[in-house]
């Protein structure tokens, strides 16, 4: 089976590649292929949406931390679930 495939675009999409293609091949000062520009194009895309999501693992230690937080004036009876029964009817 061949590495390589056809795919098919418009002409529009193909004169934006190309210009995206010389673009690169002037930034880089070499020939570029349309491969080089469709993957461009995904990278930006891959960064574009991978930037925005949040680092877990800083989020989770932050997290910890705030938990590990001592209140002033807090006594361990304070930091016991509340039974809400004993209220009464509300």
């Known amino acids: ?5 056809t795919i098919k675009v418009s002409k529009k999409t193909l004169e934006k590649l190309h210009k995206l293609a010389g673009e690169l091949a ?3 000062g070499k020939r570029v292929t349309l491969e080089v520009a469709i993957n461009k194009l995904l990278e930006e895309n891959y960064k ?5 999501l949040p680092n877990i693992e ?8 705030i938990l590990d ?9 304070d930091y016991k679930e509340y039974d ?3 209220i009464g009817n509300i």
Request: avoid cysteine; glycine fraction near 6%.
């Open 84 to 86: 809400y029964e004993d």
């Open 26 to 28: 002037s930034e880089m």
């Open 1 to 5: 089976m061949s590495k390589n495939t």
């Open 58 to 65: 800083d989020d989770r230690k932050t997290f910890l931390a």
């Open 69 to 77: 937080q001592k209140i002033t004036g807090g006594k361990p009876e």
């Open 48 to 52: 574009k949406y991978n930037q925005n």
